[in-house]
């Protein structure tokens, strides 16, 4: 069963239709090989690469605009870190286990990164998305490549750990690979934060009542 839920105006879906495969192509585009020159840019402006034919993405919409997204690949599946991100590594690797998942192509479009959900960033709401993707896939750990300035913030509401030092990537974007307990970040924040715990856990579903599994860890 697809991921979808109603936040305010925005509606947060898997992506899989065409035109919103497409979208989301064009917005990674812009934000990691235009903006951040992580790659190279292509020709016909879209960003695609072998992990797309087995990844799942989601996506924040404004009526049918794409404004956010990100993709996720569930363990045991090839990882980016494993392979274009490897550099950022340290050199005993990483321990790849079951309920782990990868995160990658995270971006909020860039004239759209001043908007507001429950006075909180898109960004936010993109890991809302993903602590309820997880929920739904078993999916415990998440791990992802995460620019440092971008890491110290998310740090104020997710207990992110780097698993090695920050290094520069594309145009010396100082970037590193992080891994967050889903389980850690409940005991945290019900604690610390019970007003984002309880906007994090809480989903404002259009689809009938019981299709997604919405229980903490």
């Known amino acids: 069963m697809d991921l979808i ?21 064009r917005l990674r585009h812009d934000v990691f090989r235009d903006e951040l020159r992580w790659v190279p840019p292509t020709a016909d402006g ?15 919409f404004e009526h049918s605009e794409l404004v956010g997204h990100v993709r996720l690949i569930p363990a045991p599946l090839p990882y980016m ?12 690797g990483f321990s790849k286990v079951p309920g782990m998942s990868e995160s990658t192509r995270i971006c909020v ?18 890991y809302k998305a993903i602590y309820h993707w997880s929920l739904k896939n078993d999916s415990r750990y998440l791990i992802t490549i995460i620019e440092q300035r971008y890491f110290f913030y998310l740090k104020r ?7 090695a030092d920050f290094k520069p990537l594309g145009e010396g974007v100082m970037s590193g690979i992080a891994v967050l307990d889903w389980r850690a970040f ?18 404002n579903d259009p689809v009938p009542s019981g299709s997604l599994r919405h229980g903490p860890y």
């Open 5 to 25: 839920f109603q936040e305010e105006k925005y509606l947060v879906k898997t992506i899989s239709a065409p035109e919103e495969v497409d979208s989301a192509l």
């Open 46 to 60: 879209l960003d695609r690469d072998p992990y797309d034919d087995f990844a799942e993405s989601i996506g924040i």
């Open 81 to 92: 870190i494993e392979k274009e991100f490897a550099s950022l590594l340290p050199e005993e």
């Open 109 to 126: 479009r860039k004239d759209r990164r001043g908007d507001t959900v429950a006075s909180l960033s898109l960004a936010h709401l993109l």
């Open 157 to 163: 509401f997710f207990p992110f750990v780097p698993v």
């Open 186 to 203: 409940e005991e945290s924040a019900a604690v610390k934060r019970p007003e984002f715990f309880s906007w994090m856990s809480t989903l």
